[in-house]
Structures are given as C-alpha cells and as structure tokens.
C-alpha cells in the first residue's frame, strides 16, 4: 500500500490557466453580422435525452431555499430596470486583478475594506446585507463556519490562478459550501457546476464519482471557468453574471444593448431577476464575510480540510472500512464528499482515499481486511455524443491589437485572422473573436 499524506491541496491543473474550452450551445443566436466574427454553434457536452432523469444518489441534499430567495423589499420593486437594475453599481475603472476602487457610501460598512472584487454598497446591496443579517441570520453563519473550513484551500488554489481571493464568497452564494448541495436545475457541489460545464473543465462525473462535490477539484475547476469567464469579458460583475447566466445570456445581452457594463445590462429585461440580484448578493455576502466582527457573527476555529491519502485497488465500502478502522463513517463521507455510493469505484485500480490525519498507517495496514463491496447491476441509460471542437469567445479590450491576442493566446496570427474572416488589422474595443486553438 502506498499512503500520502496531505495538509495541502495539491494543484494538478494549475498550467490550464490558459485557454479553456467554453460551451457555446447558443453561439449562432449570438449574430447576425455585425461586430461579431462568424463562427458555427458548438456545443461541448454529452447530453442527455430530455426523457432522461439524472442520476441523484441518496447522499445529495437539496439546496438551502435562502440561496434562491430576494430580499422583500428587492421583490416589492418588481423587475423594473428603474428598481432592480440601476441600484447595481460598478466602478468605472476596476483593476483586472488588483484592488478595487471603494464606493463612496462607506456607512455599511464603518470601516473602510480594502476588497479585491468590486464591491459598491448602494441599495440593492444594503438590502442582501440586511436580508443576510437579519432574515436568515442563522443560516448564514452556518455558511460562514462551514466556508471557514475550506477557505484556506480555495485561497491557495485562486492564488495559483492569480483570482482575487473575495471571489470565495461567491460559494456561499452558490452553495454555503456544501459539498452535497444540489439545485432544481441539476448543479451540484459548492460551486454548483452543471454536468455538462463540470465535464468541460476536467470533473469526473458518472455513476460512482462525481468531483463536482471533491472541495479541492471542484475549486481547481471554478478557478478556471472563473479565469476564463474574466478573460472573456474584462470585468468581474460581468464574470460573475455569466457564471450564473452562462456566457451566452450575458453575451447576447450586451450585443442587443449595445452595453459595457453589467451595470448598462442590469437596467434591461435581456437578463433575469435572478442574474440581476447575483452580482449584488455576492457584493453583500463579501462585505459580512470579510467584515463578522461588526455584523456579530461568531469566529470561532473551525478545522481546516485536511487528510492523508491511502491508495485503494479494489471497491471498499465506507460502513466496511468504518467496522475495520474505527474511523466514524461520517468522516469518512465528510472527507470523500464525491464518492457517491459511499464506496470507493470499481473501475479503478488506483484510487486514492481519503482518511483522518494520522491515520493513514493503520489504514492502510487493515485494508486487506476490508471485505471487497459488490456494487448492484447499472441500470440502461440513453445518452448521445455531441462532438466538440476547442472554440471560445473573446471580446477585445481597449489596447488590443490582433497580435496582442494571437500571443496572449498562443493563437497564430494567420488562423485568428482566417477563423475570423478579417483582412483588416484593426479591431475595436467590444467585437468579439473566435479563437480556436
């Protein structure tokens, strides 16, 4: 038996900090002429027949209805741009990835923060912090206990990706950090990753292994949609939107509105309430999260997620190893969150458990004695491929030049000008390109 011992996310993925393949199902709905350079639909994912029910095994929880719920008074305004959307703010001028400009309005919080994400306190945002603090006060502290024992590892995992740290709290908007999380809509785990992206960005997903809910793998995959999701669209409130929209909606939304900002697209209906409230609860959740003393929410030590890894070669059962070890089995859940029968896969030969600090040796030493689990007989599903191609969408910045992007993205000029039908040299700040590796 081989065993590893791990204090410290080890970072396998950290050179795909480059181009990432996007899901761009609705790209030809995204013309017609214009700005845009012509591209064909791609579509990157495996998906499944409409008929077909995903797979949910008894472990995953529904998502905490608070996650989804508008602050009373947001309700009240109704979706009007006058009241939804132009209480959105946006800096100006925001630093790619260093500090953000402060608003103005510094009365929530007292004390000036320097935040790294764009955070301005207007109204809309008061109202998550207020909803946040008071409606469901209870529930966000759990949150925050349950974000405090991963955080360390997402802040060294978006420090390898060179994000701003805040953009942790986007889990607790998405999640509260639950592993286990699972939407109406088929997300799952804190980042809550649809099947299709989680595939995209490297996540195993099937019948005995979902790393959409691995803490570790699941932020190494968030890093790098949220990497590529800035790269696209130059802003973070923009970023965020698409990671809850998709880059389509947003895309499409600034093509139709001739915007900049996702403050410009927040005062229309091309995107949902839902989208128009996300960037503003992120901003609140950060501004609590980043300020509990004054808000009264307890800082208590929590453990942080640590573990060594002993080496599996056949399918062991958690209840089995638990009767073997002595480990509790709901630690043993707790630590291996994306295994989803509870048992280690059979397919493969290597894998590697999960288990306390310390008590890896003695695992590792009793694992012979672990009968081997027989898993019950799949069940026939129907699925068809869709073929994929590594083609994304990139909207030119104010600086660019075509041979700024063929380098950024190891692009040859050539092909960007060819997949792109461009003779002239010259683009503008808001075209979109395709680029194809």
């Given at each position: 038996?081989?065993?590893?011992?791990?204090?410290?996310?080890?970072?396998?993925?950290?050179?795909?900090?480059?181009?990432?393949?996007?899901?761009?199902?609705?790209?030809?709905?995204?013309?017609?002429?214009?700005?845009?350079?012509?591209?064909?639909?791609?579509?990157?994912?495996?998906?499944?027949?409409?008929?077909?029910?995903?797979?949910?095994?008894?472990?995953?929880?529904?998502?905490?209805?608070?996650?989804?719920?508008?602050?009373?008074?947001?309700?009240?305004?109704?979706?009007?741009?006058?009241?939804?959307?132009?209480?959105?703010?946006?800096?100006?001028?925001?630093?790619?990835?260093?500090?953000?400009?402060?608003?103005?309005?510094?009365?929530?919080?007292?004390?000036?923060?320097?935040?790294?994400?764009?955070?301005?306190?207007?109204?809309?945002?008061?109202?998550?912090?207020?909803?946040?603090?008071?409606?469901?006060?209870?529930?966000?502290?759990?949150?925050?206990?349950?974000?405090?024992?991963?955080?360390?590892?997402?802040?060294?995992?978006?420090?390898?990706?060179?994000?701003?740290?805040?953009?942790?709290?986007?889990?607790?908007?998405?999640?509260?950090?639950?592993?286990?999380?699972?939407?109406?809509?088929?997300?799952?785990?804190?980042?809550?990753?649809?099947?299709?992206?989680?595939?995209?960005?490297?996540?195993?997903?099937?019948?005995?292994?979902?790393?959409?809910?691995?803490?570790?793998?699941?932020?190494?995959?968030?890093?790098?949609?949220?990497?590529?999701?800035?790269?696209?669209?130059?802003?973070?409130?923009?970023?965020?939107?698409a990671y809850n929209a998709g880059e389509g909606k947003v895309m499409?939304?600034?093509?139709?509105?001739?915007?900049?900002?996702?403050?410009?697209?927040?005062?229309?209906?091309?995107?949902?309430?839902?989208?128009?409230?996300?960037?503003?609860?992120?901003?609140?959740?950060?501004?609590?999260?980043?300020?509990?003393?004054?808000?009264?929410?307890?800082?208590?030590?929590?453990?942080?997620?640590?573990?060594?890894?002993?080496?599996?070669?056949?399918?062991?059962?958690?209840?089995?190893?638990?009767?073997?070890?002595?480990?509790?089995?709901?630690?043993?859940?707790?630590?291996?969150?994306?295994?989803?029968?509870?048992?280690?896969?059979?397919?493969?030969?290597?894998?590697?458990?999960?288990?306390?600090?310390?008590?890896?040796?003695?695992?590792?030493?009793?694992?012979?004695?672990?009968?081997?689990?027989?898993?019950?007989?799949?069940?026939?599903?129907?699925?068809?491929?869709?073929?994929?191609?590594?083609?994304?969408?990139?909207?030119?910045?104010?600086?660019?030049?075509?041979?700024?992007?063929?380098?950024?993205?190891?692009?040859?000029?050539?092909?960007?000008?060819?997949?792109?039908?461009?003779?002239?040299?010259?683009?503008?700040?808001?075209?979109?390109?395709?680029?194809?590796?």
């Amino acid at each position: 038996m081989r065993l590893h011992l791990t204090t410290q996310p080890r970072l396998r993925m950290t050179d795909a900090i480059g181009i990432t393949t996007f899901m761009l199902v609705v790209a030809a709905l995204l013309l017609p002429t214009g700005s845009f350079a012509q591209v064909a639909p791609t579509d990157l994912n495996t998906i499944e027949s409409p008929q077909e029910d995903e797979d949910i095994d008894s472990n995953l929880v529904p998502l905490d209805p608070e996650l989804t719920l508008t602050p009373p008074d947001l309700i009240s305004a109704g979706d009007k741009p006058e009241n939804l959307g132009a209480a959105v703010g946006q800096p100006s001028a925001v630093a790619p990835l260093a500090q953000a400009p402060e608003s103005s309005n510094t009365s929530i919080p007292s004390a000036a923060t320097a935040y790294n994400i764009p955070v301005v306190i207007d109204p809309s945002v008061q109202s998550h912090i207020h909803f946040f603090n008071t409606s469901i006060r209870g529930r966000f502290e759990q949150w925050l206990v349950r974000l405090s024992r991963y955080r360390p590892l997402v802040e060294n995992i978006f420090a390898e990706f060179n994000l701003p740290s805040d953009l942790v709290y986007l889990s607790l908007v998405e999640s509260g950090f639950n592993p286990y999380a699972f939407s109406r809509a088929k997300a799952t785990g804190p980042w809550q990753f649809m099947k299709g992206t989680g595939k995209v960005y490297g996540l195993r997903i099937d019948h005995y292994v979902d790393e959409r809910r691995d803490p570790i793998k699941s932020t190494v995959a968030a890093a790098r949609y949220l990497r590529d999701l800035y790269d696209m669209f130059g802003t973070w409130p923009l970023a965020m939107a698409a990671y809850n929209a998709g880059e389509g909606k947003v895309m499409r939304a600034l093509h139709t509105a001739q915007a900049e900002t996702f403050s410009d697209i927040s005062k229309t209906k091309l995107i949902r309430p839902e989208t128009k409230q996300y960037v503003p609860r992120i901003m609140a959740a950060t501004v609590i999260a980043r300020n509990p003393d004054q808000y009264g929410f307890s800082q208590e030590p929590v453990a942080p997620h640590q573990f060594e890894e002993v080496v599996v070669n056949r399918p062991l059962h958690f209840r089995a190893i638990a009767n073997t070890t002595g480990i509790p089995y709901e630690e043993l859940r707790l630590l291996n969150p994306e295994l989803r029968r509870d048992a280690t896969p059979p397919d493969d030969s290597i894998y590697h458990l999960k288990v306390p600090v310390g008590s890896g040796a003695k695992v590792a030493q009793l694992l012979d004695r672990v009968p081997t689990y027989k898993f019950p007989p799949l069940a026939a599903t129907k699925t068809h491929q869709v073929k994929a191609d590594s083609s994304r969408w990139y909207r030119v910045r104010v600086g660019d030049t075509l041979e700024k992007v063929s380098k950024r993205f190891r692009v040859p000029l050539k092909a960007l000008k060819a997949r792109n039908n461009l003779s002239n040299p010259i683009i503008k700040p808001g075209e979109f390109l395709i680029i194809t590796r």
